[in-house]
Nanobody, 120 residues
Framework: QVQVVESGGGLVQPGGSLRLSCAASGSIFTINAMGWYRQAPGKQRELVAKITGRSTVNYDDSVKGRFTISRDNAKNTLYLQMNSLKSEDTAVYYC??????????????WGQGTQVTVSS
């Protein structure tokens, strides 16, 4: 099994910053892609940013220039630096990790989510 744990959420004023972290542990042979998703009340879960094993990065247009995704491969850890936060960034943020537990078996695991609230 692969466990994914997010941290770093909280309450921040508009224009402020937060840094989210996501740590993956367990039976990990290799990690291919890691990504951040978010789900606001009454809305579907959406991709925020994703980084592949070859360090290709994709951002949703709504966060380009404000959010930065990065990963530490040695620690199986993913980060999301969020700057210039807006009220519409308020959501539960989830980390997703895709990889293999061995040469034959892929995995895809989600964390439990961390709440980000942007409000004055």
């Amino acid at each position: 099994q692969v466990q994914v744990v997010e941290s770093g959420g909280g309450l921040v004023q508009p224009g402020g910053s937060l840094r989210l972290s996501c740590a993956a542990s367990g039976s990990i042979f290799t990690i291919n892609a890691m990504g951040w998703y978010r789900q606001a009340p009454g809305k579907q879960r959406e991709l925020v940013a994703k980084i592949t094993g070859r360090s290709t990065v994709n951002y949703d247009d709504s966060v380009k220039g404000r959010f930065t995704i990065s990963r530490d491969n040695a620690k199986n850890t993913l980060y999301l630096q969020m700057n210039s936060l807006k009220s519409e960034d308020t959501a539960v943020y989830y980390c997703n990790v895709e990889g293999r537990v061995d040469l034959l078996r892929p995995f895809g695991s989600w964390g439990q989510g961390t709440q980000v609230t942007v409000s004055s």
